[in-house]
T-cell receptor
Framework: TQLLEQSPQFLSIQEGENLTVYCNSSSVFSSLQWYRQEPGEGPVLLVTVVTGGEVKKLKRLTFQFGDARKDSSLHITAAQPGDTGLYLCAGSTSGTYKYIFGTGTRLKVLA | EPEVTQTPSHQVTQMGQEVILRCVPISNHLYFYWYRQILGQKVEFLVSFYNNEISEKSEIFDDQFSVERPDGSNFTLKIRSTKLEDSAMYFC????????????FGSGTRLTVV
């Protein structure tokens, strides 16, 4: 059974601080995605990474896929209250149509 | 922007009753999924559907569950005889293809079994 562990589970920081969220597995993924989920809503896709070592930027968010394609990180620079939410990683292994979701990191950014 | 529509947004049902959750995926998407999220827990895969048949299903998706795409636009999840532990948020998702395409999720149906 594939398992995607995210750390930390909860994070409460002040506006302007930087943070990194980690997503780790023992499985190798053909692609990995990051989503953000607001309460009562479905997850919204932020990024997809497919190549080991790949780095993608989305404004203040930087996503990295590990060289071995078993882990990923999300770094937020100068966090803002609007970044508050549940961040989910999701991985897909080759030969499957589905993504398996991680345990989630709940971020709260205080003004 | 195209979106996935789910109805109803909230359903309360008695234990043992059948429920049908409805979804309208994005029109040119080919792959359809149901996921669920029990309150405070992670998003769990239930089933994937492609070319009018189930392509994968999880252990959760037992004989009490079924999916259908009856008319080329709607995609439904039926739970035949609901249990208390079926209470969860159910999300429908669709994607254009396999490979590095992201899901577009609906806003979910909150199912409460009493």
């Amino acid at each position: 059974t594939q398992l995607l562990e995210q750390s930390p589970q909860f994070l409460s920081i002040q506006e302007g601080e930087n943070l990194t969220v980690y997503c780790n597995s023992s499985s190798v993924f053909s692609s990995l995605q990051w989503y953000r989920q607001e309460p009562g809503e479905g997850p919204v896709l932020l990024v997809t990474v497919v190549t080991g070592g790949e780095v993608k930027k989305l404004k203040r968010l930087t996503f990295q896929f590990g060289d071995a394609r078993k882990d990923s990180s999300l770094h937020i620079t100068a966090a803002q209250p609007g970044d508050t939410g549940l961040y989910l990683c999701a991985g897909s292994t080759s030969g499957t149509y589905k993504y398996i979701f991680g345990t989630g990191t709940r971020l709260k950014v205080l003004a | 922007e195209p979106e996935v529509t789910q109805t109803p947004s909230h359903q309360v049902t008695q234990m043992g009753q059948e429920v049908i959750l409805r979804c309208v995926p994005i029109s040119n998407h080919l792959y359809f999924y149901w996921y669920r999220q029990i309150l405070g827990q992670k998003v769990e895969f239930l089933v994937s559907f492609y070319n009018n048949e189930i392509s994968e299903k999880s252990e959760i998706f037992d004989d009490q569950f079924s999916v259908e795409r009856p008319d080329g636009s709607n995609f439904t999840l039926k739970i035949r005889s609901t249990k208390l532990e079926d209470s969860a948020m159910y999300f429908c998702a669709s994607r254009a293809g396999t490979g590095p395409y992201g899901y577009t999720f609906g806003s979910g149906t909150r199912l409460t079994v009493v």
